[in-house]
């Protein structure tokens, strides 16, 4: 720390302390800090509390749930039966309002089909399907939350995972049935 002098009195504490004693000088960032033997040795306890550091060699329960905290958390919308993801008819236009994305609707080919499934949705004049929707987006993650049941479509059975948000994810289908998982690198 040339050029800077960091006096024997503790950041914490305010008490003046000598080098025989101990403590410790350095730099938080760009502030000059400087503890006392006492509050040095609190502050390795206190931060021993939210590591992984145990003397039994076991998890810290209290050190996941702060880290998991810090770096957050991301929902996925999946669907977890076999038959394919979809969002019924009404979420699908509840989803394109709230996002504030223009569309149109005009009748499908046949009547039945119009019935069954509703107007086809277009956007952009062209016809806009609900499986382009990022499935981490909020306006559905809340649709789905707030709807249960009547937010899914035919065949889909959607619920919510909860990831760490520093994941890098994808979403995994076998016959419909899909689940997160994390992505890793491959060659061929």
């Known amino acids: 720390m040339a050029g800077q002098e960091i006096d ?61 905290h810090l770096r957050g958390h991301r929902d996925i919308v999946i669907n977890s039966q076999h038959g394919g993801f979809g969002l019924s008819y009404d979420t699908q236009i509840a989803w394109l309002e709230k996002s504030g ?36 987006d909020s306006v559905l993650v809340s649709l789905v939350q707030e709807l249960g049941k009547a937010s899914w479509g035919d065949h889909a059975r959607l619920k919510i995972i909860r990831i760490p948000a520093d994941v890098d994810w994808q979403i995994d289908e076998y016959d419909g049935v899909e689940w997160v998982s994390e992505r890793h690198r491959t060659w061929e």
């Open 8 to 68: 024997h009195q503790c950041s914490v504490c305010s008490c003046d302390y000598t080098d025989d004693e101990g403590g410790i000088q350095g730099n938080f960032g760009m502030l000059p800090v400087s503890f006392c033997p006492t509050c040095f040795s609190c502050m390795c306890d206190m931060a021993a509390q939210y590591m992984d550091i145990g003397l039994d060699g076991e998890s810290n329960p209290a050190h996941d749930e702060l880290m998991q």
């Open 101 to 136: 994305v223009p569309y149109k609707t005009v009748p499908r080919r046949d009547r039945h089909s119009t019935e069954r499934y509703g107007p086809m949705i277009l956007v952009n004049n062209k016809h806009w399907s609900d499986k382009d929707i990022p499935r981490d």
